[in-house]
Each structure stands twice: as C-alpha cells, then as structure tokens.
C-alpha cells in the first residue's frame, strides 16, 4: 500500500518508523512517503497560509501550494492500479473514522492524507480534487486538534495495521475492541496472584468453551456500561424482536 502524506510538519510522521508500522516499511508492506508543502510555496518565506476572505479570525491554507503538492502526488501514481488514489483530509468536519472505515480504506492501494493547519484549507482544493477524483474528509472525534498530523497518524496505523502481513499474528486481529462490534474482554498473565489481586480462575481452569463464555460475556457487560449505544436491541436485554417493518 502506497501513502502519501502532505505536512507543513514532516517531523511528526518520524513516528511511523517505530514498531510495527518501521517494520512494515522496512519490509516494503507500505511504502510511505512524506511531502513538506513549503516545498511548493514559492515565495521568499514559503507562505502557504492567508487572512480569509470576507474576514474573520485566524489564516487559511492557500490553494496554490496544496494544488502543485497533490499534482504532484497524482501524476506520480501508478498508472496500471485499479482504482485511482484516494484523497483524505483529516477534518473535524468530516465523517467520523470507524474500524469499519479502517477496513475499508485498508483494501485501497494508495491513499493521500493532507493535512491541513490554522483555520483550514481554501475550499476550492477540496472542489477541485473531488471534481477530478476521489476525496473525503475525515474526523477521528468529535474534539479539535490544531491540525490533521495527528488524526492522520492514528488514521494510518489503524489502518495499515490491517494490511495482510503488517501485523504477524493475524489472530491478535480478530479478537480486538471494535472488530465484534463489542469492547475487548479484560486480558490477565502471569503471575497468578499480584498485591492479592487474582487472575479470574476460570482462565487458569483449561476450559476453553469456559473461556470464552467469559470473555463474551465481559464484553457485553463492559460495552453495556461504557458505550451502550454499540449493543445490538437483543444484547441491550430488549427482547422484542426488531421487525423489517418498524
Ligand atoms: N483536525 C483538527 N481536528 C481534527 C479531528 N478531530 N479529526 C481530524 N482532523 C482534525
């Protein structure tokens, strides 16, 4: 999977070389690439922001270094994939990011983050890449960070996580918060007993059709406290079944 990331901070995705995500580009899984948008802002202080029109508080990201970057990008892509690249600016005011989405977006062959700063990204690069390709804009929550580096970093490990081979354990993938639609069970190792704290002895009974009764039924209650709204109708305890008409 090829990922290109458009910053006016390169320094923040130094991250992605650690763990899994290093591995996996060392392995050639992913192929990250990482544009400074200065590089595209031709005056002497390498300007890409400006007062916004019709006035008000804070700068915008101007069109013209956005523009030559994603031409760029978009000119450098393979010609021979199937579907052409997709654009993503993280936004607070985009769709929320889901494990969903991250499946989704996992099966794409190349994806291209922009991440905007200040007040945001003049609307007409949005206009003008959505009128020639694929764009969205997306949230990871509902809080405001002081620009999309941060949602893109969460955005791609989630998702290249998911890439076949980034992670080695295919298994660890399965039984993880989100993937059931649940919360994750409680997870315990040794030593058995810790400041009098016990490991649950049904995890040390060898029962695994025990086991795993457990752990479904920890989620459920987990989820039932924390986030209720993820329960399905049946696993709420409403037991009036839902009907195709309602
Ligand atoms: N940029 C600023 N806040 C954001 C958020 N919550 N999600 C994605 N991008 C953002």
């Given at each position: 999977m ?22 996996a580009?060392?392995?050639?899984l992913i ?68 494990q969903r989405m991250a499946r989704e977006l996992a099966e794409e ?47 791609v490990e989630a998702i290249a996580r998911l890439v076949p081979g980034v992670v080695?354990?295919p298994?660890?993938l399965v039984?993880e918060?989100?993937e ?67």
């Amino acid at each position: 999977m090829r990922l290109d990331v458009v910053t006016i901070f390169p320094g923040y995705f130094d991250a992605l070389e650690l763990s899994l995500l290093g591995k996996a580009k060392q392995r050639g899984l992913i192929d990250v690439r990482v544009h400074d948008l200065r590089d595209h802002a031709h005056d002497k202080h390498r300007t890409v922001d400006d007062t916004p029109a019709g006035g008000g508080a804070g700068m915008v990201m101007k069109p013209e270094p956005w523009g030559e970057a994603l031409d760029g990008i978009l000119a450098d892509a393979d010609p021979a994939a199937d579907t052409e690249p997709l654009i993503i600016f993280p936004s607070p005011a985009g769709e929320v990011f889901t494990q969903r989405m991250a499946r989704e977006l996992a099966e794409e062959s190349h994806l291209v983050f922009g991440c905007g700063r200040y007040e945001g990204i003049d609307q007409r690069v949005f206009d003008e890449y959505a009128a020639r390709g694929r764009v969205r804009l997306v949230s990871i929550g509902d809080y405001i960070l002081n620009g999309g580096e941060v949602a893109t970093i969460a955005m791609v490990e989630a998702i290249a996580r998911l890439v076949p081979g980034v992670v080695g354990n295919p298994e660890s993938l399965v039984e993880e918060s989100h993937e059931d639609g649940l919360l994750e069970y409680p997870s315990y190792t040794k030593p058995a007993s810790w400041r009098s704290r016990e490991v649950p002895p049904v995890l040390l009974s060898g029962n695994h059709a025990a086991i795993a009764a457990w752990r479904q039924e920890q989620s459920v209650e987990r989820t039932r406290r924390v986030r209720p709204e993820l329960l399905t109708r049946e696993q709420r305890g409403e037991t009036r079944p839902r009907h195709a008409a309602e």
